[in-house]
T-cell receptor, first 110, second 111 residues
Framework: AQSVTQLGSHVSVSEGALVLLRCNYS??????LFWYVQYPNQGLQLLLK??????LVKGINGFEAEFKKSETSFHLTKPSAHMSDAAEYFC????????FGSGTRLQVQP | DVKVTQSSRYLVKRTGEKVFLECVQD?????MFWYRQDPGLGLRLIYF???????EKGDIPEGYSVSREKKERFSLILESASTNQTSMYLC??????????FGSGTRLTVV
């Protein structure tokens, strides 16, 4: 069965620093992979999705993710963190419906 | 933009009550989903539907049922609410192979 694992329930970075949020998937076939963001008291918003067209996927708000089949990973990165990036981030894989990881809360320190 | 509307932002219900959570989408999406979100557990799939009057159990369907009489509306029903059903409930809709659009959520407290 397809699933995703997010390493690190909390990540704290300084403003301007690199953001790296980790996601590993388990799947016997190339999956469709997604990253979602949830701001406080809001629903989830799609950041980006991988659908096998290109291994480096660019999303909104300067985020991108790279699909690495050899590592079964789909880590989310952003070169320079902004205070407004503070939120919870979810990796997801498309099974019969989206299956989500447990989430990573990103804190951005001034 | 697709809009997914959940009828209530906050609900407080008593143990044993029958609870209805309503979700409406305005873009003619075929697929609709109900998740619950709990700290440290992410989102867990309760039920989903690929068409009117069609439903499939998700990963945690116990204690819940659903209704989809019209394409745009997908209701989640707690037959007899219990305190362990206190949670954030999120509805979503999608076309196949596209990302999901989520509602803002309903925070349900069962006392």
């Amino acid at each position: 069965a397809q699933s995703v694992t997010q390493l690190g329930s909390h990540v704290s970075v300084s403003e301007g620093a690199l953001v790296l949020l980790r996601c590993n998937y388990s799947s016997s076939v190339p999956p469709y992979l997604f990253w979602y963001v949830q701001y406080p008291n809001q629903g989830l918003q799609l950041l980006l999705k991988y659908t096998s067209a290109a291994t480096l996927v660019k999303g909104i708000n300067g985020f991108e993710a790279e699909f690495k089949k050899s590592e079964t990973s789909f880590h989310l990165t952003k070169p320079s963190a902004h205070m407004s990036d503070a939120a919870e981030y979810f990796c997801a894989v498309n099974r019969r419906a989206l299956t989500f990881g447990s989430g990573t809360r990103l804190q951005v320190q001034p | 933009d697709v809009k997914v509307t959940q009828s209530s932002r906050y609900l407080v219900k008593r143990t044993g009550e029958k609870v209805f959570l309503e979700c409406v989408q305005d873009m003619d999406h075929e697929n609709m989903f109900w998740y619950r979100q709990d700290p440290g557990l992410g989102l867990r799939l309760i039920y989903f539907s690929y068409d009117v009057k069609m439903k499939e159990k998700g990963d945690i369907p116990e204690g819940y049922s659903v209704s989809r009489e019209k394409k745009e509306r997908f209701s989640l029903i707690l037959e007899s609410a219990s305190t362990n059903q206190t949670s954030m409930y999120l509805c979503a809709s999608s076309f196949p192979e596209y990302g999901y659009t989520f509602g803002s959520g309903t925070r349900l407290t069962v006392v």
